[in-house]
């Protein structure tokens, strides 16, 4: 049995309302819930955590490693742009990840196009909107599995 971490970085909590164009209309509770499904049908652990403070999603990375976390999947949101610390705490902890994004980064503003974290993940799913993090989920438990 596998467990999973799923990381939601800032304004993620606000998913079903805020710009439905862009970033559909499922809820945060919706995709969770979704990939916990999966996740107890597999026989494996699904772990979340949206947070707004970079601070928390820092601590919850380093506790991963405590816990013996499996593999990460992660949607930094606007952090994905800014956070070296975040980019720090997982090379840290040394735990397989995959970079989410709900829309198409490449295809918006120019500073949405820079990732801090893509050339260390796994791998990175963006535009598929919340199926990116079932894409996401089966491609971890694919790793996982090899």
């Known amino acids: 049995m ?4 799923v990381l939601h970085g800032p304004n993620l909590n606000l998913l079903g309302a805020r710009e439905p164009d862009v970033y559909g209309s499922e809820t945060l509770d919706d995709i969770n819930q979704k990939l916990t499904d999966v996740c ?9 955590l949206q947070s707004n403070a970079e601070y928390e999603l820092i601590n919850r990375i380093h506790d991963a490693k405590k816990e013996g976390v499996n593999f990460i999947i992660f949607n930094p949101a606007a952090f994905t742009h800014t956070s070296i610390a975040l980019r720090d ?10 970079e989410v994004h709900l829309s198409n980064v490449h295809t918006r503003e120019e500073f949405r196009q820079y990732s801090y974290f893509s050339d260390i993940a796994k791998g990175i799913i963006c535009g598929f909107g919340s199926r990116g993090y079932e894409l996401a989920l089966d491609a971890a438990l694919d790793q996982l599995d090899s």
């Open 2 to 5: 596998a467990t999973i971490l």
């Open 40 to 48: 107890i049908n597999k026989g494996h652990h699904l772990l979340t």
């Open 89 to 98: 705490a997982l090379l840290a902890v040394e735990i397989p990840f995959i």
